[in-house]
């Protein structure tokens, strides 16, 4: 079956952590994107990737990080600068964007 | 910089009513919308997707298109109560290069 898994789908996080949310496809798409949504909040673009190797900063780039060495693969790294992290995370990847999207199921992440 | 803009709602219905739900969208280069459905604590979920002027059935929904407007809307027919969701409008900006997204439209349906 092709599709997106997004791990793990609850994170917790400590004050002055990285912590990284995976991203992996299988849909043989070239382009993968991450946002961010807050509770009753629309969605919120951190980074995207339209091909291997390179990757653009979105709105709210901040205190994010990602890496893009394969084509399934787009981690999302949150670092400590990053200081209200608490969100649902979605990855979504698409072939072009007048394609729409196809999404992963999230990870909520919650600062304790 | 593209905007597509939503009604936050609610929009209240009874159920087997007809839910219309509207997007405006500020650049007029635009070709394509997408209607995406997503349920509390959940991910979207494409529902329709439309290229050209006029409209796109697919079962109870249908998305309208109209570019010298520049609105796009989403009729739901016999509105069930599982379809009480938050619906997001999305168009993609210029370049293609990534979609832009309404802050979303909550509908309820009543039984």
């Known amino acids: 079956d092709g599709g997106i898994t997004q791990s793990p789908k609850y994170l917790f996080r400590k004050e002055g952590q990285n912590v990284t949310l995976s991203c992996e496809q299988n849909?043989?798409?070239?382009?993968m994107y991450w946002y961010r949504q807050d509770p009753g909040q629309g969605l919120r673009l951190i980074y995207y990737s339209q091909i291997v190797n390179d990757f653009q900063k979105g709105d709210i780039a901040e205190g994010y990080s990602v890496s893009r060495e394969k084509k399934e693969s787009f981690p999302l790294t949150v670092t400590s600068a990053q200081k209200n992290p608490t969100a649902f995370y979605l990855c979504a990847t698409t072939d072009r964007a007048n394609y729409g999207y196809t999404f992963g199921s999230g990870t909520r992440l919650t600062v304790v | 910089q593209k905007e597509v803009e939503q009604n936050s709602g609610p929009l209240s219905v009874p159920e087997g009513a007809i839910a219309s739900l509207n997007c405006t969208y500020s650049d007029r280069g635009s070709q394509s919308f997408f209607w995406y459905r997503q349920y509390s604590g959940k991910s979207p979920e494409l529902i329709m997707s439309i290229y050209s002027n006029g409209d796109q059935e697919d079962g109870r929904f249908t998305a309208q298109l109209n570019k010298a407007s520049q609105y796009v809307s989403l009729l739901i027919r016999d509105s069930q109560p599982s379809d009480s969701a938050t619906y997001l409008c999305?168009?993609?900006?210029?370049?293609?290069?990534?979609?832009?997204f309404g802050t979303g439209t909550r509908l309820l349906v009543s039984p």
């Open positions: 849909l043989n798409h070239d382009a």
């Open positions: 999305a168009g993609p900006n210029t370049g293609f290069q990534k979609l832009v």
